[in-house]
């Protein structure tokens, strides 16, 4: 205890932190009892002193109470909880320390509207007020008051009624009949603001604004702290996304694997409900191309699914703009295919797209949606749009891939034809006019009146015999550019043609029950012919397998010999004609030839042809 004549020792403290935390009326009041009295401290005391000390037990009680909610909020920052966590516990310590019905955190949006991200009642049951629930700022109202000023704000509903969405909900379904509010500054600029509200009859104290305006430095530094940890996970999280995106891409992954990850990255790391992927077709139209779900379930408008453009919906806005677009449709309904589907077949409530350019074309546009009652956040766009750029370069390397891939088909289609060609014109011009030469050389040396016809006939016969010769190796020759016995009997025959003139001992698996498109066929004997030949001039083997198995959708193909092995296919241009046939048909040749343990080609061809460029593009 003091002496009578002293004053307290934390007198000027306990008087400034009074007066930063007490309206001008309470200041006033205080100021008076403390001038009126301050000779009681010097003459000892009496009734005046007692009021005062037992104002200053109260004011130090007060302020114990907040440094301990400050801190447990700053703990609960320091160990990196999560901004839900963080807005959570805000709420709970702020409507705790001012005794208040309800409080609720706001963030400010950039479109003129506001999120709420944390909300508390002192019954302990959910609140009216959702979290994440959004509202469009305007009226009379306590958010749009701080935003509009920037200073703290109260509004007493009963006495002065309230206006706009805000002001709608607060006194209608949230029962609230006076509010107060204090705006929150993150980095210099308006973040937010934190309300503490009452549904009594009562008035909330008059120093409520105050006490609420205490609190929020730390809170503002509490949404710095977490916003920078979440912007720098999210920054990890896009890097890691886009990372899988660009490898798939580098190994010529097909358009439709790219578009299946490409909306599951998206999907992830937004954290939606439904990703989807749409081209932009020329006759007005859209076609989807990609979908990911959260529940993994199959969406109702699968992949492949054409709708026109045109009505309200984020697809046909961005394609009239070529900006990023959202729609809340649980706010402004839909119309339009689009937009019908969204909301009655899918079920959206919320939408935001960004368009994709290919070769600085509007190619499509990437959608992420919510199902559920929160909106999206405001910086989905934003996020969005930084994913387009390296989806639009995967587009673009996967539709150069597949031009490339067509290009080699069509190079190759044509070489066969030539082949075909070439075997026709031997077959139908050289080969018969020699024949037509021997029969009349035969014919010639059986009529000739000649004494010497005997002699003739014989040198007849050595030329006839000759041009068989010639026959045959040009018969040879057309059978090598081009193999009738393939185009007539298919590729068992054939095969078996070649294990049989081949001049090593080959042994023959073959499943094959059916015939196959043409040009798997082709490619398949073209590889055997080609890994016959090669065995037989290099590797001095004494036998070789060939295996050949129709299954799954794929050709499989397995030539194996026993000779020294050290085959390398960049020596020559068999092999590597061989790899651009097989890669043309969207097929894979692998070669294994470790020295002195001879060789395995292993080849898988698939019995569909390749995608067209088109599935990427808009359709021809």
């Not at 651009?580 to 042809?609: F, K």
Request: hydrophobic share 40%; with cysteine; proline share 5%.
């Amino acid at each position: 205890m003091q002496g009578a004549n002293q004053r307290p020792a934390d007198y000027k403290a306990v008087l400034r932190m009074h007066h930063s935390l007490c309206p001008r009326p309470r200041e006033y009041l205080f100021g008076t009892v403390v001038a009126s009295n301050a000779r009681s401290w010097r003459g000892g005391g009496g009734p005046a002193g007692e009021a005062e000390a037992e104002m200053t037990s109260g004011t130090s009680d007060r302020i114990a109470r907040e440094q301990a909610a400050l801190r447990r909020v700053a703990t609960l920052v320091a160990r990196a909880a999560s901004a839900e966590e963080v807005f959570t516990a805000v709420t709970a310590e702020v409507g705790q320390l001012l005794e208040v019905d309800i409080t609720f955190l706001v963030r400010y949006d950039q479109e003129d509207a506001i999120t709420i991200v944390g909300t508390w009642s002192s019954t302990g049951e959910e609140t009216a007020i959702p979290v994440g629930g959004r509202f469009e700022l305007g009226g009379r109202n306590v958010t749009t008051l701080v935003v509009q000023t920037g200073q703290p704000a109260r509004i007493d509903y009963a006495e002065t009624g309230a206006s706009g969405p805000i002001g709608i909900s607060a006194t209608g379904e949230w029962g609230l009949r006076s509010s107060s509010g204090a705006p929150i500054s993150v980095d210099g600029r308006l973040w937010g603001v934190i309300v503490a509200a009452s549904t009594s009859e009562a008035f909330l104290p008059a120093d409520t604004e105050a006490r609420l305006t205490g609190f929020t430095e730390l809170v503002a530094t509490a949404v710095a702290n977490t916003q920078a940890r979440v912007e720098l996970r999210r920054f990890a999280e896009q890097q890691a996304a886009l990372r899988r995106v660009a490898t798939l891409v580098a190994r010529a992954a097909s358009a439709e694997e790219v578009f299946t990850a490409v909306t599951a990255e998206v999907g992830q790391l937004l954290e939606v409900d439904i990703t989807v992927l749409v081209r932009y077709d020329l006759d007005d139209m859209i076609t989807i191309v990609g979908t990911w779900t959260s529940a993994g379930g199959a969406p109702p408008s699968p992949v492949g699914s054409r709708f026109k453009v045109g009505g309200r919906n984020v697809t046909t806005l961005v394609v009239r703009t070529g900006q990023p677009a959202r729609t809340d449709y649980a706010e402004t309904g839909a119309s339009g295919p689009i937009g019908i589907s969204a909301t009655d077949g899918w079920g959206l409530r919320s939408s935001s797209g960004a368009p994709i350019s290919v070769d600085g074309r509007l190619w499509g546009v990437i959608i992420a949606a919510s199902a559920s009652e929160a909106f999206l956040p405001a910086d989905t766009e934003a996020r969005l749009a930084g994913f387009t750029e390296l989806v639009g370069t995967a587009l673009a390397n996967t539709q150069a891939q597949a031009a490339l891939t067509a290009s080699r088909a069509r190079i190759v289609a044509a070489a066969d034809t030539a082949r075909r060609r070439i075997e026709r014109d031997l077959h139908d011009g050289a080969q018969q006019r020699l024949v037509s030469l021997v029969l009349q050389l035969r014919g010639s040396t059986q009529t000739s009146p000649r004494p010497d016809a005997d002699a003739l006939a014989t040198q007849m016969d050595l030329v006839a015999e000759e041009i068989i010769g010639v026959l045959d190796e040009l018969r040879e020759i057309a059978r090598g550019i081009h193999p009738a016995i393939l185009a007539e009997g298919g590729l068992r025959p054939a095969l078996t043609t070649l294990a049989r003139r081949s001049a090593i001992p080959v042994r023959l698996d073959l499943e094959l029950d059916r015939r196959l498109p043409e040009p798997v066929e082709l490619a398949a004997y073209y590889v055997i012919n080609e890994a016959l030949a090669n065995t037989a001039k290099h590797a001095h083997a004494t036998s070789m397998d060939v295996q050949v198995a129709a299954d799954g959708g794929l050709l499989r193909i397995c030539v194996r010999d026993d000779g020294h092995g050290g085959a390398d296919p960049t020596h020559g241009t068999g092999l590597v004609g061989l790899i651009d046939r097989v890669e043309a048909l969207g097929g894979q040749l692998t070669l294994r030839s470790p020295p002195g343990a001879g060789t395995t080609l292993n080849v898988a061809l698939p019995l569909t042809a390749p995608t067209p460029p088109t599935s990427l593009g808009r359709p021809d």
